[in-house]
């Protein structure tokens, strides 16, 4: 058996580090050498069909691994990006800290990976994009980058996230009795952390828009449905050319016939998208659909799709299709 390269995880305790551990343990060519968590340090959880053992960060071996992935709270996981590239590891960071538009993001390539191949195959460190930011830029992009906006475009964007894109951390408004049988909109007046990193990305694509950003939470664990309303510089013969477009032979770009759901996504690190033109308006209007698995496609298996690349190794390898 060929020797398996050695990385390592930061806060894998989270939801994305438990999903991303347990993605790193079925991999074919990647060992998975530590898992860092503080509080629940010691502890032993079975993922990915085996046991691990969450270890003390300090005790994490940065110079013994290829590549790093820093799972670590917004705010936190800088400092550790910086420990690890000293110690010589390539790292895919998960937080917001290195994301376009943040102090330090500066020259860091933003792993949207269908569309910054070549930067994360040749990077030493890659900024994961926010969830949010996947499913709705994924779809967004071909319509930005081919001109078929309208100038000064008000695109508005209403997204529902199941719960698990909060994190694990004890929260009051996310207690199953808060958020059962019910749904709401949260960070509103365009306030949400993303669209930091969104708006900054759609800039560097030349795009002419403001982009309205409503996200919303589902009584579901998993899954993120952004339906994009876009309004168009002319008229689209076919709906979905765009996309056919940009995305043929995108392994994990998903075209639909109808609206996507979130049971077509779960577990899976894929985007799927459709589009329909609107009725009833004024000038051409374009309706667009995205749906993503927040803690995959969102974040660990987007992740691991960058990390394949920047080891030399298939992008597809050990990622659920």
Known sequence: MQQRIPVGVLGASGYAGRELCALLLRHPALELAFAT???QRGQRVRLGGRELVFSAPEEAALGQ???VFS???????KEWVDRAREAGARVVDLSSDLRPGHP???GIPYGLTELARDQVRNARVVANPGCYATSILVALAPLVQQGLLEPGALVSVASASGVSGAGNSPKRENLFAEIAEDFRAYAVGNTHRHLIEMNETVRGWGGDLDLVFTPHLLPVVRGIL??????L???LTDAMAPWREAYAG???????DATPTLREVAHRNVVRIHATPLGGTRRPTLQVFSAIDNLVK?????ALQNANLMLGLDETLGLPE
């Open 250 to 256: 995108e392994p994990f770009v998903e075209l639909a």
């Open 233 to 235: 510089a002319r008229p």
């Open 65 to 67: 691994v290829e590549l």
């Open 298 to 302: 969102g974040a660990a298996g987007q």
């Open 104 to 106: 330090c993001g500066e």
């Open 37 to 39: 968590a503080n509080d």
């Open 226 to 231: 952004s339906t994009i309303t876009v309004p």
């Open 71 to 77: 799972a670590l709270p917004h705010g936190a996981s």
